[in-house]
């Protein structure tokens, strides 16, 4: 059973702090996604990763940069939170060889920047 | 340039009674689409997805219908129960990633 954890639930950061959020799986998934959800505006895709060590822009990555050091591990870096970064992050993890490519989400993480 | 629509915020049903979720998409490159669920304080999991080369893929309740001329999407669920009242997102894929849509509340009433 596939399992993603990100590291929290809840956060609240003041404007221009760095934050990190981080994701893990535990099924040797090769691809890695984070989206951000906001009402009415679905999930839009920041940042995502095929392997260790890549990363490719998403739809909206400006304001945010990602890291993957490790297989199992994709962070989420908010260089100078602001405000507009307020939001519900979602971690997502896929199979490489699977051509539906079926994301297996994380429980997200509430980010509120004051 | 939006690529999927959900036209649809919102969907009340009775219970028993059949859901039929709606998304349109505007590129034909897609491979495969999908249909997430979601409930509250919880990601996003997968439901049932269909490949670009087929019309109909069913699940028990459920089944997604795939009208490529229309470039349309359906998901029907019979019967409903309270149970599947979540938000359901619609996704399109291709070349490794998914482009999401809005998302539809869908509320089945007992």
């Known amino acids: 059973d596939v399992k993603v954890t990100q590291s929290s639930r809840y956060l609240v950061k003041r404007t221009g702090e760095k934050v990190f959020l981080e994701c893990v799986q535990d099924m040797d998934h090769e691809n890695m996604f984070w989206y951000r959800q906001d009402p009415g505006l679905g999930l839009r895709l920041i940042y995502f990763?095929?392997?260790?060590?890549?990363?490719e822009k998403g739809d909206i990555p400006e304001g945010y940069s990602v890291s993957r050091e490790k297989k199992e591990r994709f962070s989420l870096i908010l260089e100078s939170a602001s405000t507009n970064q307020t939001s519900m992050y979602l971690c997502?993890?896929?199979?490489?060889?699977?051509?539906?490519?079926?994301?297996?989400f994380g429980p997200g993480t509430r980010l509120t920047v004051t | 340039d939006q690529q999927v629509k959900q036209n649809s915020p919102s969907l009340s049903v009775q219970e028993g009674r059949i859901s039929i979720l709606n998304c349109d998409y505007t590129n034909s490159m897609f491979d495969y689409f999908l249909w997430y669920k979601k409930y509250p304080a919880e990601g996003p999991t997968f439901l049932i997805s269909i490949s670009s080369i087929k019309d109909k893929n069913e699940d028990g309740r459920f089944t997604v219908f795939l009208n490529k001329s229309a470039k349309h999407l359906s998901l029907h669920i019979v019967p409903s129960q309270p149970g599947d009242s979540a938000v359901y997102f619609c996704a399109v894929h291709n070349a490794g990633k998914s482009t999401f849509g809005d998302g539809t509340t869908l509320t089945v009433k007992p």
């Open positions: 990763s095929y392997d260790v060590k890549m990363k």
């Open positions: 997502a993890s896929s199979l490489g060889r699977d051509p539906a490519g079926e994301q297996y």
